[in-house]
């Protein structure tokens, strides 16, 4: 038996490169992204589960998007970030509103590339944890709003924002600035509620995607 190893293994390194690559794609499953959902780590491949499955992000490629960076006054400890140049115009008469009214909001991530979102997964597996795990809190690549450049988290990014007054603010308001909350504590595709998270949207935003009223809010 093990000698069997062995001598396979001496068989691997006699293969000439290409029939290396050529054993690499061997099983072979369809190629398209849309029937095969799916996503490499570290030479493992893992399934995307729901809720993500079917809701894959056509996002652009950066080199194509407008960057702007947000104002390091309005950043979480004045770090520098970028996104779309109509996102970030509207952000700014957005959050200019809300220091009217004695509220004031923190950026705390923005853009972030398919490779980044990878490096994210990459070093959450790295650092032990197990695929599942942190599925459950981060979008795989691919998948996450982020890569649209439209898209920002709010400090705190955890689930203290939905106490804040910033929160209840955003609801009531941000619509009007064309932004809206991707993953409300009720929606239809299941996703984990993430108050934190909104996207601009633009002039697709009416008064009919307004977050819920006040009363309309579950207790919390
Ligand atoms: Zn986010």
Same mark, same amino acid.
């Given at each position: 038996?093990?000698?069997?190893?062995?001598?396979?293994?001496?068989?691997?390194?006699?293969?000439?490169? =290409?029939?290396? =690559?050529?054993?690499? %794609?061997?099983? =072979?499953?369809?190629?398209?992204?849309?029937?095969?959902?799916?996503?490499?780590?570290?030479?493992?491949? #893992?399934?995307?589960?729901?809720?993500?499955?079917?809701?894959?992000?056509?996002?652009?490629?950066?080199?194509?998007?407008d960057f702007r960076m947000i104002s390091k006054a309005h950043t979480h400890?004045g770090t520098k970030i970028y996104i779309e140049k109509n996102a970030r115009d509207a952000l700014q008469v957005l959050m200019d509103a809300a220091k009217e009214d004695?509220v004031y909001l923190t950026v705390n991530?923005g853009f972030?590339? #398919? $490779?980044?979102?990878? +490096?994210?997964? !990459? &070093?959450?597996?790295? /650092?032990? &944890?197990? #695929?599942?795990?942190?599925?459950?809190?981060?979008?795989?690549?691919? #998948? %996450?709003?982020?890569?649209?450049g439209t898209a920002i988290?709010f400090y705190?990014? $955890?689930?203290?924002?939905?106490?804040?007054?910033t929160?209840?603010w955003l609801?009531?308001n941000a619509w009007k600035y064309g932004f809206?909350? !991707?993953?409300? +504590?009720?929606?239809?595709?299941?996703?984990?509620?993430?108050?934190?998270?909104w996207n601009y949207i633009g002039?697709?935003h009416?008064? /009919?995607?307004?977050?819920?009223?006040?009363?309309?809010?579950?207790?919390?």
């Amino acid at each position: 038996m093990h000698q069997t190893f062995i001598v396979f293994i001496i068989f691997l390194l006699l293969l000439p490169v =290409s029939g290396l =690559s050529c054993l690499a %794609s061997e099983p =072979s499953l369809p190629q398209s992204t849309d029937q095969l959902e799916t996503f490499e780590i570290d030479g493992n491949t #893992y399934p995307i589960p729901e809720p993500w499955s079917g809701n894959r992000i056509a996002a652009p490629s950066p080199a194509a998007i407008d960057f702007r960076m947000i104002s390091k006054a309005h950043t979480h400890n004045g770090t520098k970030i970028y996104i779309e140049k109509n996102a970030r115009d509207a952000l700014q008469v957005l959050m200019d509103a809300a220091k009217e009214d004695g509220v004031y909001l923190t950026v705390n991530s923005g853009f972030r590339s #398919y $490779n980044y979102q990878m +490096r994210i997964f !990459t &070093r959450m597996m790295r /650092e032990g &944890r197990n #695929y599942e795990d942190v599925i459950r809190y981060v979008a795989p690549p691919g #998948y %996450s709003q982020h890569a649209l450049g439209t898209a920002i988290d709010f400090y705190p990014s $955890n689930w203290e924002f939905a106490e804040l007054l910033t929160y209840t603010w955003l609801q009531d308001n941000a619509w009007k600035y064309g932004f809206k909350e !991707t993953y409300p +504590r009720i929606n239809e595709s299941g996703y984990p509620w993430e108050a934190w998270h909104w996207n601009y949207i633009g002039n697709a935003h009416t008064a /009919e995607n307004k977050a819920p009223g006040p009363a309309e809010r579950p207790l919390q």
